[in-house]
């Protein structure tokens, strides 16, 4: 039998180091893994994220406990986050800020849980896009640095002309 050989071009696409590869997937998970709110679904950073091809119908928000305190989470314990850029309840975060700072979305109404308000829950639209979920008068969302439920990783960062802080039950951000 003959030996099988490669076009140089296919056998150094092969031998790229497996980092890439994990980047690869990383940059793709982010592009897919906020663009909802549901409580359900696959896929996405934390395993169960729901994917940008469309709002969920509906989205919860609850407190939960973590090392800032009680703080405003998804339904799925996922980290929300306000911006101070945001002027009331409309968005600033825009191009590639959404890459980096993905909308809590739903299509339908909004549910409090554990902890959190309905009276402070509401919703704002940006043109041609699913409703975004604010709180407190404030947009609410997701940073692509949290890995995990829990995790507070975009915490007074300073990105995308303003400041990124999580939410009091009160929503209130939390921090300076």
């Given amino acids: 039998m003959l030996p099988v050989t490669r ?3 296919v056998s150094r696409l092969l031998s790229l180091p497996v980092a890439a ?6 940059a793709a998970a982010c592009g897919t ?3 909802g709110g549901s409580s359900s679904g696959s896929g996405g950073v934390y395993g169960g994220g729901p994917s940008s091809a469309g709002a969920a119908a ?3 928000v609850a407190v939960a406990t973590s090392g800032l305190g009680k703080i405003l989470t998804d339904g799925q314990g996922r980290t929300l986050y306000l911006f101070t850029k945001d002027k009331g309840s409309a968005s600033s975060c825009t191009g590639s800020c959404t890459g980096v700072w993905p909308a809590f979305t739903a299509s339908g109404a909004a549910q409090a849980e554990s902890g959190a308000a ?3 829950l509401g919703t704002s639209t940006n043109s041609g896009l699913p409703a975004q979920i ?3 008068g404030h947009p609410l969302y997701y940073y692509v ?3 995990k439920p829990g995790d507070t990783n975009g915490q007074n960062l300073d990105q995308f002309g303003g400041s990124w802080y999580v939410l009091s039950a009160s929503g209130m ?3 300076q």
Avoid at 21 to 26: C, I, Q, Y
């Fill in 145 to 147: 640095g949290d890995n």
């Fill in 134 to 136: 604010t709180y407190n």
């Fill in 118 to 120: 309905a009276s402070l």
């Fill in 7 to 9: 076009p140089r071009a």
């Fill in 21 to 26: 590869s994990g980047f690869t997937m990383l």
């Fill in 173 to 175: 951000q939390v921090g």
């Fill in 58 to 60: 509906s989205a919860s």
């Fill in 33 to 35: 893994a906020y663009g």
